[in-house]
């Protein structure tokens, strides 16, 4: 059984059709008790950081969220679920996130200023479509797709200076975290639940987690 | 890198999907389930469902496709047709959407793109505009492009990216139906000012119309077309094997 954190941000549908379509039972769920009960969880999000990091807080949401990447029991966060995994994000002001994995949340826009590349792309914000993940480690998430798969990304700020929990990449006028991991903490930039067969190859990796 | 996206375009009434030459005499095509489905398995990288009906019961019978398709597919689903209010857009996200596209209902109250985009975040909002030439001057069409707004077809993109769709589908009626290519023209005029993507609509007949589209015009990120791909004239596969020869990046399944 797996549980999605519930916390009012983002649309779950898709995310439980694909569990289902991977034959894995999920709940979606505010409560911290069920939480802990669950065998894996998966925390969601679209919108803003700020917003998203103060509801979890406010139901104490992040303590449990800790409590869950202690006890070893296998975590994964998707998109903004993904960010708030880090130590913090850049998006509008400096915000504080669970510090699970190491790195910091900033503007694609910065981080391509900062890159070496050819100013003429002219890449659009956010990065919107298919791009290829480039595996940089191995990890149990990977189990059944390999390196050059194509996965579905919509996003604005990606993880920076992440160390060695950086698990994969994507080429996008620099190389944006994709992938992010260390022990039982897992985060995905892009949305498995909207990247076929790869994507939900992707979660059943991850639902095959003890 | 990031990959040219191809989108198969569904129109649906009655809960079959259908096509107009020039949006007049539609003809039965297939299920929609079921059409999707062939499309995500042959690597379509996005579908839009275009809903065209009018009754409750039509609307009722969509958004249960709806549903159905977001079970069984798992690409990007864009709803578009009939959505005028915040609560049009929680209807069909309820039911699986991932963007929403807003056409007639953002003329009529030009106020729902900035609110929509507030609640549900820039990238599920989606513009789509129903672009003809008149006297020289490209304007915006309403009602699956029956009533001439007089609106200035750039001014309006430009509007609409600013007060927050966060990409932009661009039909022209000059080419749409006529299989001659895509409208290279007007495109590169919507590429010149919107920041934001662009998918083009309305023209392609053939494989070689993609790679001109995509060659042309760089800023042009999607090639959205539904007849050509629901009569197997073209095959997915075969056009994103034809992009990759041409050096157009493309994901391949």
């Known amino acids: ?210 | 890198m990031i990959t040219k996206r191809i989108i198969p375009c569904l129109d649906v009434k009655d809960g079959r999907v259908v096509k107009g030459i020039k949006f007049q005499g539609l003809g039965d095509v297939d299920s929609p389930v079921r059409l999707a489905r062939l499309y995500s398995d042959s690597g379509a990288d996005e579908l839009v469902f275009y809903d065209i009906t009018a009754s409750a019961e039509g609307r009722a019978l969509f958004t249960d496709i709806l549903t159905e398709t977001a079970r069984q597919v798992f690409i990007p689903l864009t709803v578009g047709g009939g959505i005028n209010t915040l609560d049009d857009f929680d209807r069909v996200l309820k039911c699986g959407a991932d963007k929403v596209s807003v056409n007639s209902g953002a003329i009529r109250d030009p106020r729902l793109i900035g609110e929509a985009a507030r609640k549900y975040g820039n990238q599920c909002v989606v513009l789509s505009v129903d672009v003809k030439r008149v006297n020289g001057a490209f304007r915006v069409f309403a009602k699956g492009g029956r009533e001439n707004t007089g609106l200035d077809a750039m001014e309006w993109i430009r509007r609409g990216v600013g007060d927050g769709a966060g990409e932009v589908v661009v039909n022209s009626i000059d080419t749409d139906g006529v299989k001659q290519g895509f409208d290279l023209e007007m495109l590169q005029k919507v590429c010149e000012i919107a920041k934001v993507p662009v998918i083009a609509s309305g023209g392609a007949g053939r494989t070689e119309d993609f790679i001109t589209l995509f060659r042309t015009i760089p800023g042009v990120d999607a090639g959205l077309a539904a007849s050509i791909f629901h009569f197997g004239e073209v095959k997915i596969r075969d056009l994103k094997l034809e992009m990759q020869q041409n050096g157009i990046p493309a994901r391949i399944l």
Request: hydrophobic letters at 40%; a negative charge.
């Open chain 1, 1 to 210: 059984m797996t549980a999605i954190v519930d916390y009012g941000v983002g649309n779950l549908f898709s995310l439980l059709c694909s569990l289902d379509a991977i034959g894995e039972q999920a709940v979606v769920t505010p409560d911290p008790d069920e939480l802990r009960r669950a065998d894996r969880v998966i925390l969601p999000g679209v919108g803003a950081f700020a917003d998203a990091a103060s509801r979890l807080r406010s139901q104490n949401l992040d303590l449990t969220l800790k409590d869950i990447a202690e006890s070893r029991k296998p975590l994964m966060g998707i998109c903004l679920g993904m960010q708030l995994l880090f130590e913090k994000s850049m998006e509008y002001g400096e915000h504080e996130g669970l510090g699970l994995l190491k790195g910091t949340v900033r503007p694609i826009e910065e981080i391509l200023r900062e890159s070496e590349m050819d100013p003429e792309r002219r890449l659009k914000i956010p990065q919107m479509g298919w791009n290829a993940l480039r595996l940089r480690k191995k990890s149990p998430l990977f189990r059944y797709i390999k390196d050059g798969d194509y996965v579905y990304f919509v996003h604005s700020y990606a993880a920076t200076d992440c160390g060695d929990s950086i698990l994969a990449d994507t080429e996008y006028g620099a190389n944006l975290t994709a992938c992010a991991g260390r022990d039982n903490v897992f985060g995905c930039q892009f949305h498995p639940e909207k990247s076929g067969q790869v994507g939900l190859n992707i979660l059943r990796a991850f639902c095959e987690m003890e």
